[in-house]
């Protein structure tokens, strides 16, 4: 994806499959495979798939016929999935999406699972994942909402913001939930090529653990913010994800945690 961010590098994506697959990439990993099989589509092509949590819904939920390629271009992430079953054989590829390894029209479907905000060039990946859809082919993502909207991320955000003032780690802000501008988006995919009008959908959804302290775990150490905090404060990353998990608690409680989380689902069409 050529992105300017960090890598889920190490032990991050380790952690990330642990605390955040279940935490927020689940509840929507199950909506996404099955708007994907309501498609029945015959080929098709998962990018930026991570430890595959989207890979195993759509194996799981689309129609037996169904062939299903799953790519990523981060070999750590990919490592991971290769390691979980998957209810049918899903060959996996380290792959770009910039630079997708396939020809022209080779799938009916292009599914995303919250890779494209890490795109450098927004356009130049969808104009890339349009010259791999077949006519009248669909790419299905989706993005996460304003930060805003998505408690838990806000609360880890604030309290390391207050921990570190003179430079505050702002890697969730910035990237993951900085991708949330509806026009934007559509203007993005336009300029990729995909003139047809995208249908977007708002979803919120809950995420659940037992306690803050998983929560507290997955952002600090199972994503890119974890290379914020340790640049911040050497030496200080139990005591930054402990600040967090306080948060979380002070705000959500000391027991279990319920709160919730919010994205867009884009559909649209060659």
């Known amino acids: 994806m050529a992105s300017p961010e960090p890598a889920f590098t190490g032990t991050i994506a380790q952690v990330y499959e642990r605390h955040m697959v279940p935490l927020i990439f689940e509840p929507y990993a199950a909506d996404l495979s099955a708007r994907a099989a309501a498609l029945a589509p015959a080929r098709v092509l998962e990018i930026a798939a991570g ?6 819904h759509l194996a799981a939920a689309l129609p037996p016929a169904s062939h299903l390629v799953a790519s990523d271009v981060n070999p750590a992430m990919l490592d991971i999935a290769r390691q979980l079953p998957t209810a049918r054989p899903v060959p996996w ?11 022209d029209a080779s799938f009916e479907l292009v599914a995303c699972q919250f890779g494209a905000m890490f795109f450098a060039d927004k356009p130049a990946a969808y104009a890339e994942i349009r010259r791999v859809l077949v006519p009248g082919g669909i790419f299905l993502f989706n993005v996460w ?6 408690e838990l991320a806000a609360t880890v955000t604030e309290a390391l913001a207050l921990a570190l003032p003179d430079d505050p780690p702002r890697f ?4 993951p939930h900085g991708y949330h501008d509806i026009d934007q988006i559509r203007a993005d995919l336009a300029a990729g090529g995909f003139l047809r009008e995208a249908d977007i959908v708002t979803l919120p959804l809950r995420a659940c653990a037992y306690s803050p302290a998983g929560p507290a775990l997955g952002y600090c150490q199972g ?6 905090i340790e640049a911040r404060a050497p030496g200080r990353l139990s005591e930054m994800t402990a600040v967090a998990a306080q948060a979380i608690g ?21």
Do not use: Y
Not at 145 to 150: A, E, F, K, L, M
Not at 172 to 175: F, K, S, V
Not at 257 to 265: F, K, L, N, P, S
């Open 172 to 175: 969730l802000a910035r990237t």
């Open 250 to 270: 002070e705000r959500f409680g000391v027991g279990a945690v319920d709160t919730r989380i919010q994205a867009h689902i884009v559909i649209v069409g060659r």
């Open 93 to 103: 590829r380290l792959a770009d999406a910039m630079t997708l390894p396939f020809d």
């Open 145 to 150: 909402d304003h930060i805003d909207s998505n």
């Open 223 to 228: 994503t890119p913010l974890r290379h914020e």
């Open 51 to 56: 430890t595959g949590v989207l890979t195993r």
